[in-house]
């Protein structure tokens, strides 16, 4: 059973800086693609950043400039750089991926907490 585990979630204030991490079980690069979503509390859990098989990525409007996702296959690791965090960027971190099998995986997800 492939297994995707995040960590680098904490308590930062608003307008620092904080860095996920997700690694797989396997291998990174058997994930076609890959990508971060995050859901606070009494919400429904959103988008927030897609980083495609070639390195390519999109993010939810809400992070344009501030986010960052990328990949290192030969680190096996997919990283989230979060820059100038608001309050409102509190939520549970999650990382998921879809696998070259054509199969959905998440990981368990990582705290998040931006003080004012």
């Known amino acids: 059973q492939v297994q995707l585990v995040e960590s680098g979630g904490g308590l930062v204030q608003a307008g620092g800086s904080l860095r996920l991490s997700c690694v797989p079980s396997g291998s990174l690069s058997t994930f076609v693609n890959l990508g971060w979503y995050r859901q606070a509390p009494g919400k429904e859990r959103e988008f927030v950043a897609f980083?495609?098989?070639?390195?390519?990525?999109n993010y939810a409007e809400a992070v344009v400039g501030r986010f960052f996702a990328s990949r290192d296959n030969s680190k096996n690791i997919l990283l989230l750089q979060m820059n100038d965090v608001k309050v409102e960027d509190t939520a549970v971190y999650y990382c998921n991926g879809f696998s070259d099998t054509g199969k959905w995986y998440w990981g368990q997800g990582t705290q998040v907490t931006v003080s004012s």
């Open positions: 980083i495609s098989s070639s390195g390519t990525a």
